[in-house]
């Protein structure tokens, strides 16, 4: 049997268990290549190693040994090279961050996403990061993930349709499992697509890809949070400061969005080869980590150590004192980001707004630190809520962002903390988004413009649906009988049809018992539909008559009835034949 044809819930298991064993085994692909990448370039080149992770075998007590840190902005340089001459040369598509170019897929390419771009996102975006770029691991996983998913749907001869909802739950999966969050990555495939909607139809597949990518990944490289787990209790006299935390949060989120887009448009407008433009985007994000080698890289280590407020970990080569280190660090990642990504570097911008989040909390506990001291000991708490918050409200994406945070922090006892802090943050950041491919609704999506745009039901007819015969009585059938027909069936009434002539109907609601013949409660000059009748006026006859069928008739011969739920078949199979379906390209 064909799988398109297969019912929703069997197909997409199916497929979602695919689609998580690729997304699973695309993140394992993708984290060891870029662990050699940071090897050759950072320990190798630079003599400089990052904190990792608790989650990937990091360390609190870690120390920053100045190597030949000089070397950074060669570095970073050289990796925008490499990476420009790999993208430009074979996929220009691939740059920037990849998970936008994902969601543009799902909306306005169909789903189609070439072959070529998995592999070259893979190389491009490890060079990126290892290098020391500031960019995330999310992205480059989401399009990897997404890229295959699309390639399996073609592979299988599936729909438009099916092969935007693989495209989808491919970006979930993929982030889900690099980020060791399945329930959030099933949430994000499908609320990043939009800025106020979600995609319903792909939270069940996401659900199971999710899971089955995270298990494999996490399988390989370990179950701990990335974070490891905070355990701290909450406290709800804080509710007021995570209040002001999503105002700040919601503020720096603009920033964020408004930043980035200034320099990434300003090096789409500026007219050099597009080879040179990462290079030199590379060479700045150097010469900041030549002053701050905080901002090099994913960042996730010193998140890490900014929650346990191990500030003296925080060095600079030119001997900024560590405070304000932490109190640059937002504006810095931010800067460095912008130039890395917006260059034309490949790689995501996911980690990086975590990363900015997680600083931007610990300076607000700075200041409430300052001012109620007893009230707010650690920081821990407020960088968890704010990583959060921060780019819950720059992606546009508050449910999927709040429950990836807390599961990468094993902090689910500061949901309601978060619910407060989100919310604000999303409120305050208005209609900014890092994704600039998401659009507000689904009534803005290509992709569901013939949902909204076609009044299909003001253009389908009664003869393009499947009429049935029956059930009918007659009048001299047995007032009983047709009773329980109606119970059995669960119709709240009948057609009456005598020598195949449509006579009216019996209603449940006046049998009396059904006690007589069926002639003793027709209900004549019923309305009924023709075969002409469009479903609009099906339906109009079926709310008026209360039923759940509507009487076809024509020149006063009883024809048949026409349920809701052939109506339901006919609508949907016009509609999937409305979207287009071109064979995939290469």
Aim: charged content about 15%; some cysteine.
């Amino acid at each position: 049997m064909n799988i398109s044809e297969l019912p929703y819930y069997v197909k997409w298991f199916i497929l979602g268990i695919v689609i998580g064993v690729v997304a699973g085994l695309s993140a394992l692909a993708f984290y060891f290549t870029l662990k050699f990448m940071e090897y050759l370039f950072m320990v190798r080149l630079i003599a400089f190693k990052p904190p990792l992770p608790i989650g990937e075998g990091g360390s609190l007590n870690y120390v920053l040994h100045a190597g030949r840190l000089w070397l950074i902005p060669v570095s970073t340089a050289l990796g925008g090279l490499l990476s420009g001459l790999i993208v430009y040369t074979w996929a220009p598509e691939a740059e920037g961050h990849g998970t936008d170019a994902a969601i543009n897929a799902f909306h306005r390419l169909q789903g189609r996403i070439r072959r070529r771009i998995p592999p070259i996102k893979l190389i491009a975006s490890a060079i990126t990061i290892g290098s020391g770029g500031s960019a995330g691991r999310e992205g480059p996983t989401a399009q990897l993930s997404a890229g295959i998913g699309s390639f399996i749907a073609d592979l299988l001869g599936l729909s438009a349709e099916d092969r935007r909802i693989a495209v989808a739950v491919g970006i979930g999966a993929g982030i889900g499992s690099i980020f060791k969050a399945p329930m959030g990555g099933a949430i994000l495939a499908a609320e990043v697509l939009y800025k106020r909607d979600m995609e319903t139809e792909v939270l069940f597949p996401a659900l199971v890809a999710s899971v089955v990518g995270y298990s494999i990944f996490s399988s390989i490289v370990g179950f701990t949070p990335i974070f490891g787990y905070y355990t701290g209790v909450f406290n709800p006299l804080r509710l007021p400061l995570y209040a002001v935390l999503g105002i700040v949060d919601g503020l720096v989120a603009v920033l964020y969005v408004k930043t980035f887009y200034f320099i990434h448009d300003s090096f789409k407008r500026w007219r050099i080869s597009n080879y040179v433009k990462p290079v030199i985007g590379g060479l700045a994000t150097g010469l900041i980590g030549l002053l701050v080698p905080e901002i090099l890289g994913t960042g996730y280590g010193w998140v890490n150590l900014a929650e346990f407020n191990n500030v003296n970990a925080f060095a600079s080569p030119v001997l900024i004192p560590p405070l304000m280190i932490l109190i640059l660090l937002p504006f810095l990642k931010i800067i460095a980001t912008s130039f890395t990504v917006g260059s034309g570097g490949s790689g995501g911008v996911f980690a990086p707004g975590i990363v900015i989040g997680a600083f931007t909390g610990f300076d607000a506990w700075l200041l409430f630190h300052y001012l109620t001291p007893g009230l707010t000991p650690n920081p821990a708490p407020f960088v968890i809520v704010s990583m959060l918050a921060l780019f819950g409200a720059s992606a546009k994406a508050p449910l999927a962002v709040m429950f990836m945070v807390i599961e990468m922090t094993g902090s689910y006892q500061l949901l309601p903390a978060a619910m407060i802090a989100v919310a604000i943050a999303y409120i305050v950041s208005g209609d900014y988004t890092i994704y600039r491919a998401q659009v507000p609704t689904r009534r803005d999506s290509p992709a569901h413009a013939n949902e909204y745009k076609v009044p299909l039901i003001m253009e389908l007819k009664v003869k393009d649906c499947r009429i049935i015969k029956g059930p009918v009585v007659s009048p001299s059938d047995d007032a009983g009988k047709a009773l329980n027909t109606m119970l059995r069936l669960r119709y709240t009434a009948l057609p009456v049809v005598d020598d195949g002539r449509f006579i009216g109907l019996i209603s449940i609601y006046n049998m009396n018992g059904g006690r007589g013949k069926v002639s003793d409660y027709i209900i004549r000059d019923t309305q009924y539909v023709t075969p002409e009748s469009t479903l609009y006026d099906a339906l109009t006859v079926m709310s008026k008559l209360g039923t759940t069928w509507v009487p076809v008739v024509s020149n006063g011969e009883f024809l048949g009835i026409l349920t809701m739920e052939n109506m339901n078949k006919a609508y949907t199979e016009r509609l999937r034949s409305l979207m287009p379906n071109k064979q995939p390209y290469h």
